[in-house]
C-alpha cells in the first residue's frame, strides 16, 4: 500500500481506550517464567515472541491454555530474521488464529540503516500490505492488531504514519530492542522516538525492548507501555526467592514503571523537530 491510495477496511485495530498500557513483561515458555505469569494480578499483559510459542500452537495450545485466563497474552513477530524469512503472513495469520491471543504485532520485516534505500522503501511497503491482509483474514475474530511503525529515518516515518492515517492507527509499537543489540544504546533511542513523535504526536506507542523506569521516564509521553525481558527478571530475581517476595518485588516494578510511564517527562513543546536527520 502506498500513501496516494484510499482507506481501506481493517478490522479489528487496536484503539487507545483497548490497548496495552503500563508494565509488559516479555516472557517465554519456560516453567519458571509461567509460574511467575501465574502470580501476576488480573489483567496483566504479557508479550511473547511467535518464534517461542509456534511449537505450542503446533501441539494445540492457545493463549488461554498455555497462560492464566486472567492474563492477557500479546504476541509479536519482532523475532529474529530466520524466522522471518520463513513465515508467510498467510502462515502468520493461521497460527495467531489457532492461538487466539489479546493482541498481536504482525508481520515485521528487517529494516536496517545499512540496507539500500529503494530495498528499505519496498519492504516497508510490502509490510503495510500484509498488515492489512493479516487484518482481514483475521476479521471477525476478538484479536487486537497493534501495528509496528517501520523505518530508520524521517522520511521513512513519514510515509508509514500517512499510510496510519488512511487505515485509521491510534496506538502502534515500536521495537527499541534493536539499538541495544547494534551498539546504538539509548541516546539514539531517545532521539528516533523523539522525532518519531514529531511526526505523529496524536497517536500512542508501546515500546518493546526497554523496562528500566530511569530510562522510560525521559521517553516522550506518548510511549503508554512499554515491554522487556532482562529488567522484570532481575527485579523479581527469578528462581532465587520464594513466590510471595517475587510476587512483591514485581508489583514495585509494575509501580514504578507506571508512573515512569505518566509523569515526569520532558514536554513536546520544548523539542526541536530534527527533520534534517540524515536520509539514507
Known amino acids: 500500500m502506498t500513501d496516494s491510495e484510499s482507506p481501506q477496511s481493517v478490522p479489528n485495530l487496536v484503539t487507545t481506550a483497548d490497548a496495552p498500557s503500563g508494565c509488559i513483561p516479555l516472557v517465554e515458555p519456560y516453567d519458571a517464567h509461567l509460574r511467575f505469569v501465574e502470580n501476576c494480578p488480573e489483567g496483566t499483559v504479557v508479550l511473547a515472541r511467535m518464534s517461542d510459542i509456534e ?4 501441539r494445540g495450545e492457545t493463549a488461554s491454555t498455555l497462560f492464566p485466563e486472567k492474563i492477557a497474552v500479546a504476541t509479536t513477530t519482532t523475532v529474529n530474521d530466520e524466522y522471518l524469512d520463513e513465515l508467510d503472513w498467510q502462515r502468520e495469520a493461521e497460527l495467531v488464529h489457532k492461538f487466539n491471543p489479546t493482541f498481536h504485532i504482525p508481520c515485521d520485516v528487517p529494516v536496517y540503516e545499512e540496507t539500500d534505500r529503494s530495498e528499505r522503501l519496498e519492504r516497508i511497503e510490502g509490510y503495510l500490505d500484509r498488515t492489512v491482509a493479516v487484518a482481514q483474514e483475521l476479521a471477525g475474530t476478538d484479536i487486537e492488531l497493534i501495528p509496528l ?17 488512511l487505515l485509521g492507527v491510534e496506538y502502534y509499537a515500536y521495537y527499541g530492542t534493536q539499538y541495544f543489540l547494534s551498539g546504538a544504546g539509548f541516546g539514539s533511542l531517545l532521539e528516533d522516538l523523539r522525532n518519531v513523535v514529531c511526526q505523529m ?6 515500546l518493546i525492548g526497554l523496562l528500566a523506569p530511569q530510562m522510560l521516564e525521559r521517553l516522550p509521553p506518548q510511549v503508554v507501555a512499554a515491554s522487556g525481558l532482562h529488567q522484570w527478571r532481575t527485579w523479581v530475581s527469578l528462581r532465587e526467592v520464594p513466590t510471595i517476595v517475587s510476587r512483591s518485588r514485581y508489583e514495585s516494578l509494575r509501580t514504578e514503571v507506571a508512573s515512569a510511564l505518566g509523569e515526569g517527562q520532558t514536554p513536546l513543546g520544548v523539542w526541536t523537530d530534527n527533520s534534517q536527520k540524515e536520509v539514507v
Open 55 to 58: 511449537p505450542f500452537i503446533r
Open 149 to 165: 511503525l517501520k523505518g530508520v529515518n524521517i522520511e521513512e516515518w513519514r510515509t508509514v504514519s500517512r499510510v496510519f492515517d
Open 201 to 206: 504526536p496524536d497517536r500512542e506507542i508501546f
